[in-house]
């Protein structure tokens, strides 16, 4: 498939229920080019967080020339080696920053024209922190004034404070 615009949230299920953000994309990219070079049953699930164009690329009786262009694998090898290395630096993120500077930094990607929503289980699941202690950073952001609570959705009341406490790799 082919992300051609909008916003993407991709996702992986793992076996004891939990939900792992693997990535957020905004920008247009390849999807599903792991399973296609190594023939493997999809294992993550791709969720719109806006309005968003995908071009389903149809494989069936093609998969072995694809396979055979030189151009498109190396273009596969350098989409996969970035997010290879983007991962690499999210997986070092959650063990060297606060949760507070992660949040901060989810929020800024997720937000759209200042309004957000957050799936708070999967999120505390993404984080690796108890649901507890995500609601209470959630709350020490909504007393500081920098985010506000009206059902069903989160907005930023103080970006400035935000971009502060955004990580930048």
């Not at 399973?35 to 998969?63: C, F, K, N």
């Amino acid at each position: 498939s082919f992300f051609a615009k909008g916003k993407l949230k991709i996702v992986r299920r793992l076996f004891n229920g939990k939900e792992h953000i693997l990535d957020i994309k905004e920008k247009p990219t390849l999807i599903g080019d792991i399973e296609l070079l190594t023939d493997q049953p999809i294992v993550s699930s791709v969720i719109a967080l806006e309005d968003t164009l995908v071009i389903q690329l149809p494989l069936t009786g093609i998969r072995k020339e694809l396979l055979a262009d030189n151009d498109l694998l190396l273009n596969l090898s350098r989409g996969l080696a970035q997010s290879l290395y983007e991962q690499n630096i999210h997986a070092s993120t959650n063990l060297n920053y606060t949760l507070k500077e992660r949040l901060a930094t989810h929020i800024l990607a997720i937000e759209d024209k200042g309004v957000f929503k957050l799936e708070l289980t999967n999120l505390a699941d993404s984080f690796s922190v108890s649901y507890r202690h995500l609601l209470r950073v959630i709350h020490e952001f909504i007393d500081l004034g920098i985010i506000e609570k009206r059902r069903p959705n989160y907005y930023i009341k103080d970006m400035a404070q935000l971009i502060d406490l955004k990580i930048t790799n």
